[in-house]
């Protein structure tokens, strides 16, 4: 992140890449405000967000306990003309999970096949929270 903040000074120009970059070590930091503060800053750099850029916003606000914020970004994302993909979902289904959010989570793995998604390429959230609603009972 300090190299980002001295691109500039340097006479470098960061791109989408080097913001996902910095979002993506967010998120593996555990620093979902940090990474939602340079997702808010693109679009001042002339920086168009992509799919990645998404997914790593996403996922650092799983990581962050923050279901809501996970959910929001996913909502944003066609406006932007960015289409969610299986990490996308993968990492909001999750969100929901660790929120406690099965409902929300299931709605979610609903939708994939009407975004052209499969839902039996997904990884461990989908299945997860499946079989959490099964044990607990939930599910009918």
Same mark, same amino acid.
């Not at 406006?79 to 993968?90: C, E, G, H, M, R």
């Given at each position: 992140?300090?190299?980002? !903040?001295?691109?500039?000074?340097?006479?470098?120009?960061?791109?989408?890449?080097?913001?996902?970059?910095? *979002?993506?070590? +967010?998120?593996?930091?555990?620093?979902?405000?940090?990474?939602?503060?340079?997702?808010?800053?693109m679009?001042?750099?002339?920086?168009?967000?992509?799919?990645?850029?998404?997914?790593?916003?996403?996922?650092? +606000?799983?990581?962050?306990?923050?279901?809501?914020?996970?959910?929001?970004?996913?909502?944003?994302?066609?406006?932007?003309?960015v289409?969610?993909?299986? *990490?996308?979902?993968?990492?909001?289904?999750?969100? +929901?999970?660790?929120? !406690?959010?099965?409902?929300?989570?299931l709605?979610?793995? !609903?939708?994939?096949?009407?975004?052209?998604?499969?839902?039996? @390429?997904?990884?461990?959230?989908?299945?997860?929270?499946?079989? @959490?609603?099964?044990?607990?009972? !939930?599910?009918?």
């Amino acid at each position: 992140l300090d190299l980002l !903040s001295l691109m500039p000074d340097a006479k470098v120009v960061p791109d989408e890449i080097t913001y996902n970059a910095a *979002i993506s070590a +967010c998120e593996k930091g555990g620093q979902w405000q940090l990474a939602l503060d340079l997702l808010s800053l693109m679009p001042d750099a002339k920086v168009v967000p992509d799919e990645i850029t998404y997914n790593a916003a996403i996922s650092a +606000c799983e990581k962050g306990g923050q279901w809501q914020l996970a959910l929001d970004l996913l909502s944003l994302m066609p406006d932007a003309k960015v289409s969610p993909d299986q *990490i996308t979902y993968n990492a909001a289904i999750s969100a +929901c999970e660790k929120g !406690s959010q099965w409902q929300l989570a299931l709605d979610l793995l !609903s939708l994939m096949p009407t975004q052209g998604l499969s839902q039996t @390429r997904s990884h461990t959230a989908p299945q997860s929270v499946h079989a @959490r609603k099964v044990d607990s009972g !939930s599910l009918h």
